[in-house]
Every structure is written in C-alpha cells, then in structure tokens.
C-alpha cells in the first residue's frame, strides 16, 4: 500500500451493523470526494488504511472497501450480491442447454431515484458493458468523467428506507457480500434469532471455507496488516456469529488487533417478551465470548441500557432523531464511530488498534464504553478553551453503550478525539494583558488544550488524546438531524436560521475503560441469574447448553469486578 498504510480488513455482521456501516462507508466516500485545494497537503486520515485499489476484467482502476459483510436472505433490495462495480456483460453466457426453459425471476425491490442519481456520480454503465469508474481525490481511480452529471441533493425519507442497502452509495467488490441463505430476513419463519444458531453458521464446512477465503483474499494482498474491525449485531444471532468470526480470526491471524464494535439498536418495548429474553441472552453471551478472542469489545447503542426494564434513548441537544428508526440510529453510531476510529486510520503517527486496545484493556478489563458531544458544540469565533470551559465535565458527553448516566462513575484509561475544527480557534485569541478566564487560555497549541481540558476533569486517568482537523461528513444521504440553529459546518449560530442544510460537523468522542461497567455487567449477570431459561428451551434447542450458559454467566461476574471503582470519580 501506498505510504505504508496499516491495513485494517472490516467484518460487518448482522442488519443492524449494515445500517451503521452503511452510514459509515458513506461518510468515508464523502470524505474521500471533499474538494481541496492542488496545494493542501493529504488529509490527516488514510483511507488506504480501509480501502483497496484493485482492477475490473477489464483493467478498470478501482478503490473499494475491505469488507466483508455478512447478512441474511432478503436484504440486500436492489443491491446485487456481486455487487455492479465489476459487471461483465460477457458473463451472460450463452446456455449450452438447447431445450425448453422457463425463466423464473425474483421480483425486484424498488430502487430509489435520488439514491440513484448520486451513484451516477461515481460512474457510469457504457454501451460497451463496462463501468467507468470516477477518478478518487487522493489519486486512486481512472481518469475523472466529463459526462457524469453532478448529483442532485437527496435525503432518502424515512418511508423510503427500508434496509441498509437502499441508501449505501458506496460500491463494494464482488467477495464483500456474503448472504446467508438459510435464514430470513422478513416474516416471522426461519429467522436468525439464537447466539447458538449464530455459532453454528461458521461451523458449517461450506459456510466456514467460503468466509476464509474471503479473509485470504483480503489479508493476503495487505503489506502491514495492524488487524480486524468487527461490526456485529449484538442483539440476535449475529451475536453467536460474531464470536465466533473473532475466535477465528484470533486463531488464524495471532497477534492482529481485532476491535469489536457489539450494536444495538433503539429502545424495545416490552410487548414481545420472548424477543426481549433472547436480546438479554444473545447480549450477554457476546459480550463474553466476544471479550474472550477480541483485543476489545465496546457495545454501541443509542438506549439507556441492556436489561429487560426499558430505559429511555439518549438525547443530544442538537440533534433531533427517532430512536425507532434504524436509518436515524445507525447514522449517529456512524458518526461517533468514524471518530473514535481515528487514531488508528492517521496518516502520520498513528496509534496501532493493538495499542489502542492495550492502553484500554489492562487488568482483564476487555470492555470499553463509548461517549460523543455530537456536534461539539462551537460557535464562530469562539475559541476551543472557550467551548471546552463552557462544555464542563463529563455530563456534557452522552453516552453511547447502554450504561446508563456517568455520573459517580471513574474512567482508568481512555482515548479522546476532537475533530473538525479550524486551526485558528484551537487557541485563544485574547489580547495581551486580558485577564485569562482558565488556564486552558493559557495554553500554546490546541493539542495543549484539549490534554489539559482531560487533565483537569480526570487527573489520575491514563488518557490519550487526538485533535484533527477534518471535520464528519453529514451530506446525504445522512438523515437530517440537525437543529435549525447549526451552519452548514455544524457551528452552533444565533439568529434566524440559514436555510443551508449541514454537511459537515465538529464532533468529540472518547473510548473509556469505565467503573460504569461494573454496574451494567453486575446487573446483566444479576438478570439472568433470576431467569429459568428452562422456560425458553427453544434458546437452549439452538445451540447453548445450560452448562455453556452458567459458564458464561460466571465469566460476566467475573469480568464486572475488573471494573470495580478505586477513586477518580466522574462528576
């Protein structure tokens, strides 16, 4: 690769996790199409580090995702399983059978016009059969296009979103899809609900030879491979195919960093209880199994947390989302997501996702909590040590995995980033002789800054800390979210509002080895110790003994004390 990017190869797992990384492969595309100018230096972050050049049959340059993502029957809508990057109309072969045929196809699922247009943009299907891919900023790709209209603005409306693959704008090599045909997506029947039925997939000969030679092909062309991002449903089976895609990449590729990001989607209701005792069980037995073969598991969520009792969503004050809505849910994980990622994807001097995962999980503690002020909230001309002053301590930040307020709680290690502000607010900017409002005026640099900000809410915390320039690319078909009072740069602004949509946001996020989660474990392992699962044999006739469940209810236990507090109280 180019630069000596460390590669990371993503596995996406699960429905949920396609809605998030749908999001998130969108909000990379749109960072890699940004407009700069001929003498801006390259961006801080190396898509390199996420993506492959490669060459269609017919020698076409290519950029896609290395990914490979996993879903079931019924998903993918309009999207084609191989994908429409490497189309050849010359595998249209002719048959070699002479006799009657029957042609039997598939209904189709709509497309959606708007979406459509902005594919446009990235290339286009010639007379000859072949896809004129566009060219790509950082120098990937042919030749730009002439010919290609500039797409339309287009924000998918909810009623219009109905899986992940309707929005993705991205295009994705032909070994990224893996569809799992023996499970539905749709209707009630033959639906991947169980941690066991999840595990058994990738204990199927075919199945478990099909995904590794997807890994081969992918790590196989990586020069300095840093590891493995796993985004996976943490709520249904995809939880037991997840652990069990961790387990084997542990075997197979010792000494990887592997991150595993457990997704949830909105709030529940109580009304099926069935569904919300297989959510706690699949809940907590990914959380441990996951824990045991990742370098660190974080569990991402928009609800207030994992147990059966339901708990209101989190709020942001400058975002306005349904917590129903996977599309809203998916795109606001996305964000924070594509943050905290951010010291192992930089150009210059990364943090290695094995470090970052070190300097999180010593002691045994294996799992991270998740926090982000999105936007970060910065008026124009106001200052960083002003924003970070007017912020305050921890309560300002919201938290992203189902654990409740951080209040009472100490942080042992943790891992901030701040990105998408000008250079020239970083520090501030008052004239000689003004008395300084905090020390954090007093600082030289924006790096300066924010160290001291993290310093002084948490003095005894091991923190490592990231400030960037490039903003978070919120253009469609990101949801608008946002309240009318944020400037297209997401800058918090007084008056009427502008009118101009937002497309792009400052955003603040942090991974926290938190005491937090010695409550949230605690009660998870409390929950299921009052559960007679004999009474939902159906979870135990798919896979996971009783032995296997009072196994992994010990090692919840045992994974909560690692987090008990010693001091460093959060306000």
């Excluded at 459509?116 to 943009?121: E, F, I, K, M, T």
């Excluded at 449903?233 to 010792?254: I, M, P, Q, T």
């Excluded at 989190?314 to 809505?325: E, I, Q």
């Excluded at 709680?409 to 002789?433: I, K, Y």
Aim: net charge negative; with cysteine.
């Amino acid at each position: 690769m180019a630069g000596g990017a460390r590669e990371v190869l993503t596995l996406q797992l699960g429905h949920f996790a396609g809605f998030v990384g749908a999001h998130w492969w969108n909000q990379q595309d749109a960072a890699l199409c940004a407009p700069t100018g001929a003498k801006e230096p390259p961006g801080e972050l190396c898509p390199d580090v996420l993506y492959r050049t490669g060459r269609t049959p017919h020698g076409q340059e290519t950029y896609t995702p290395r990914l490979i993502l996993m879903d079931l029957k019924g998903s993918l809508s309009s999207l084609k399983q191989e994908g429409g990057l490497y189309r050849d109309r010359q595998l249209d072969a002719a048959i070699a059978w002479q006799g009657k045929l029957t042609t039997h196809r598939e209904e189709l699922y709509p497309q959606i016009p708007g979406l459509q247009d902005l594919l446009s943009a990235e290339g286009v299907l010639s007379s000859d059969g072949i896809w004129r891919v566009k060219s790509i900023p950082s120098g990937k790709g042919p030749p730009p296009l002439t010919t290609a209209a500039a797409p339309k603005p287009f924000t998918p409306t909810e009623d219009s979103i109905r899986v992940w693959s309707d929005f993705l704008r991205v295009h994705l090599h032909p070994r990224s899809i893996c569809m799992i045909q023996k499970y539905n997506h749709d209707g009630e029947a033959g639906r991947l609900e169980a941690f066991g039925q999840g595990e058994s997939i990738l204990k199927e000969p075919r199945c478990l030879e099909d995904v590794e030679d997807r890994l081969h092909f992918y790590v196989e062309e990586c020069d300095h491979l840093q590891g493995f991002q796993i985004l996976c449903d943490l709520h249904n089976g995809f939880s037991g195919l997840g652990a069990k895609a961790a387990e084997l990449l542990r075997d197979e590729y010792s000494g990887r960093g592997i991150i595993t990001w457990g997704l949830l989607p909105g709030p529940y209701s109580r009304g099926d209880p069935l569904k919300n005792i297989y959510r706690l069980l699949n809940t907590a037995l990914g959380l441990v199994h996951m824990s045991a073969h990742s370098s660190l598991v974080c569990p991402l969520s928009l609800g207030g947390g994992l147990g059966l009792r339901p708990e209101p969503p989190v709020t942001f004050p400058h975002l306005h989302y349904d917590p129903a809505l996977p599309f809203h849910c998916g795109a606001i994980l996305a964000t924070a997501l594509d943050t905290v990622t951010a010291p192992y994807r930089l150009r210059s001097s990364p943090v290695f996702m094995a470090h970052l995962a070190d300097m999180l999980n010593f002691s045994g503690k294996k799992v991270a909590t998740a926090a982000a002020t999105i936007p970060f909230p910065l008026a124009p001309g106001q200052s960083l040590p002003d924003a970070l002053v007017q912020l305050g301590g921890a309560a300002a930040w919201t938290p992203l995995s189902a654990c409740g307020s951080p209040s009472g709680t100490c942080c042992f290690a943790q891992s901030v980033v701040l990105r998408g502000l000008d250079r020239a607010c970083h520090t501030s900017q008052l004239a000689p002789g003004t008395p300084l409002p905090s020390p954090l005026h007093a600082c030289a640099t924006g790096e300066d800054v924010l160290a001291q900000y993290l310093q002084q809410q948490q003095p005894t915390v091991r923190s490592s800390a990231h400030l960037l320039l490039a903003p978070c690319m919120v253009a469609p078909p990101y949801p608008q979210l946002f309240s009318p009072g944020l400037s297209q740069h997401g800058l918090v602004v007084d008056g009427p509002p502008s009118g101009a949509a937002v497309e792009s946001i400052p955003v603040l996020g942090a991974l926290c080895s938190s005491s937090s989660l010695n409550r949230t474990l605690g009660d998870l392992a409390r929950e299921l110790t009052k559960l007679d699962v004999r009474r939902w044999a159906s979870f135990l006739a798919a896979g996971v003994e009783q032995g296997d469940l009072d196994e992994a209810l010990q090692e919840l236990r045992s994974l909560a004390q690692c987090y008990r507090s010693g001091g460093g109280l959060v306000d």
